[in-house]
């Protein structure tokens, strides 16, 4: 069964940071882009970072600078520094696995999600 498991949330000051992990159940995901959203209440769901199989990352522009997307093989880990008010949300964990021309998305993976809180 397939499995994406967050840890790391919690409440944090402003200025604070967090480091979020997400452990994937199964080999395969080592091969899949992993990343991460959030949605804050009453907004949309967004894409905060993600990692690709070999490594290239991709941050949102609010991110950058501030957060970090790393991977261990199929875990993904996403450290937050200079965190704001702003950024409370629930956070998810994301996998996507796309055909080999990237043109199609085969498989796509959602964890459960982990309240960031920040708040002073």
């Known amino acids: 069964q397939v499995q994406l498991v967050e840890f790391g949330g919690g409440l944090v000051q402003p200025g604070g940071s967090l480091k979020l992990l997400c452990a994937t159940s199964?080999?395969?995901?080592?091969?899949?882009?992993l990343g991460w959203y959030r949605q804050a209440p009453d907004k949309a769901l967004e894409l905060v970072a993600s990692i690709g199989p070999g490594g290239i990352k991709n941050y949102a522009d609010f991110a950058k600078g501030r957060f970090t997307i790393s991977r261990d093989k199929a875990a993904v880990e996403l450290e937050m520094n200079s965190l704001k008010p702003e950024d409370t949300a629930v956070y998810y964990c994301n996998a996507k696995h796309y055909s080999a021309d990237r043109s199609s998305l085969i498989s796509d993976y959602w964890g459960y999600g982990t309240q960031v809180t920040v708040s002073s």
């Open positions: 199964g080999s395969a995901f080592v091969n899949y882009a």
